[in-house]
């Protein structure tokens, strides 16, 4: 998670009514508004971080590329690159380019534009189900998230360190695996490996576009956690500025976001101030449902 990916937790619980679900907040911002043929337009939270968060211009790319696309065609791959930093106090225009519509295939380019300049690049593929080979990794051995405590639980000891951050509701439930990474901040470098459960924080519509992109915002949640715990340090502990930089993402079965997965992510690289992290999402039953690589910048002061 990137220093914009905390500031956006405080920002989608910013000012929610009292019993209105903070993930109420995350499906709005990705029910974008159709401003004329292929162009759509989607907003940033009322209180915003100096950047987008990215999880959420590629989750509102993803909408808008799907929203060309027939419903029976499901999406199977995106790539995406950030190429500016997005202002959140202006809306972001998506114009979608239909680049081919095949026979098994459909394919769509989308650019991310504000104040007249390209922030996001994204290529989003889209396939008709058909039948072929099956074959899939196992999941790794961990326990039920029930088993573990929430993440407000046990951010309570660095509360007063992280303030705000460490209190707000959030749109995505996650219960951590290994150890969370501000605890093994404290201990110095560790394995490049970050485990956690997620789901959506409450029910999602039955809208299976809504649900790829909801798990395309939470891909880029805790993702470079496994580059940074390899170093010892943690975004908002230490004087860390990170971005992310691409980002490609899988789709290899069905789901919905708002049950339990698996992010079991990985760093095998990192050098020259970028972090590479790969992540694999498994679903409660030990079904592999996505692959996701991302490279970030990531430098660490002294």
């Known amino acids: 998670m990137t220093e914009a990916a905390r500031q956006a937790a405080v920002d989608l619980a910013d000012g929610v009514p009292a019993g209105q679900p903070v993930l109420d907040r995350l499906v709005a911002l990705l029910d974008l508004e159709r ?40 999406v199977h791959s995106l790539h995406a690159y950030f190429i500016r930093p997005g202002d959140p106090s202006i809306p972001i225009v998506y114009e979608v380019d239909r680049i081919r519509d095949g026979r098994s295939f459909t394919t769509r380019r989308v650019v991310a534009v504000q104040r007249g300049k390209a922030i996001f690049s994204l ?6 189900p058909e039948p072929g080979v099956e074959h899939a990794e196992p999941m790794p051995a961990v326990p039920d998230p029930e088993t573990l405590p929430s ?71 805790t993702l470079l956690d496994a580059v940074l715990v390899r170093h010892g340090a943690y975004w908002g502990l230490d004087k860390v500025l990170g971005a992310s930089l691409d980002h490609a993402l ?5 789901f919905r976001a708002d049950e339990w997965f698996l ?40």
């Open 123 to 128: 290529s989003a593929s889209f396939q008709q």
């Open 151 to 221: 993440r407000g639980e046990i951010m309570r000891e660095y509360a007063d360190r992280l303030g705000d951050f460490a209190r707000l509701p959030r749109p995505i439930d996650v219960r951590y695996v290994t150890d969370p990474p501000w605890r093994l901040r404290d201990r110095g470098p560790s394995e490049a490996r970050s485990q956690v459960w997620m789901r959506a924080d409450g029910r999602l519509p039955d809208d299976e576009l809504l649900h790829v992109c909801v798990l395309a915002y939470a891909s880029d949640m």
């Open 263 to 302: 992010y079991d992510c990985v760093s095998p690289s990192a050098s020259g101030a970028r972090g590479l992290a790969t992540g694999r999402f498994f679903g409660r039953d030990g079904t592999l449902i996505a692959t996701v690589v991302q490279e970030g910048l990531l430098r660490i002061l002294d």
């Open 35 to 74: 401003i004329e043929e292929n162009i759509y337009r989607g907003v940033s939270p009322s209180q915003s971080p100096v950047r987008v968060f990215g999880g959420q211009v590629a989750g509102q790319a993803l909408v808008a590329a799907g929203r060309t696309v027939p419903a029976s065609r499901k």
């Open 250 to 254: 899988w789709f290899h079965r069905p």
